[in-house]
């Protein structure tokens, strides 16, 4: 029993003499680089890690570039040489800034034929009243003058992406007044095209659709004509293309 007890201690010993002091994840962490090693009863080395294995570890010599291998049990320490690379450094390009497009609302336009029109443009929400400023000024010197104006509201609604083009639907009220006492309401709907361009300017077309006209007031002989359906069709049209905003340029300002 004795003499068992001695073996087995002997083994024992040998296996955690055998046993390499550095682990392999030192090592691999270490590979191709320069390292100095330092060992148990022999002089301290430096070179390049080529290889390494269980049992031995070999080495390009920084002073002769001689290739020599060593046994991995007698090292000891093992230290970097050449000088350890920072981490790299992430550089981060910043997202570019993305700028809204200014919103235009209110817009002040004219057209070639005297028509002065103010119309707001809200999402799908559009706007407008236009009146004739040229029709008063060419009437002022009769017996009469005349007046004709238009108010629209309704859906405005965007071609492509960019949104710069147009398409309106409206309901408009027209009043148009062409004697001295008689004055026409006219009842439609209406329709056009307009575009906004970033820097703000704008032009446009509307025309009438369909509708029809009223008449309000009287005569002062005590005789009043009648008034038809054809008569309230046609000053429907006639008031329309007199007062409404037919073709115009003008500019967006931005809110």
Sequence with gaps: MLVLVVVLGFVGSARADAEPTIPDASLRAVKERAVRLER???????????????????????????????????VTRVFVVDPIAPPALTVTTPAPTVVPPVRRVVGVQMSLLGT?????????????????LLMPVLTASGDS??????LGAGLTLPLGESKRWRVDVFAEVLPFRTTSHYTYLGFGLGGGLHYT???????????PVVGFATRLGSSPTGYDSTFTYNDSLGYYYLAGFAGMPLLTMGYRFAM
């Design 145 to 150: 003058l005349w007046f004709a104006a238009a």
């Design 116 to 132: 002065l029109a103010v119309d707001a443009d809200l999402c799908r929400f559009r706007a407008f009243a236009s009146t004739n």
């Design 197 to 207: 361009s970033p820097s703000g300017f704008t032009f446009g077309m509307t025309v």
């Design 40 to 74: 148990t009863g022999a002089p301290t080395l430096e070179g390049r890690l080529l290889a390494f294995d269980d049992a031995t570890l070999t080495l390009a010599l920084s002073a002769t570039r001689e290739v020599v291998t060593v046994q991995r049990g007698t």
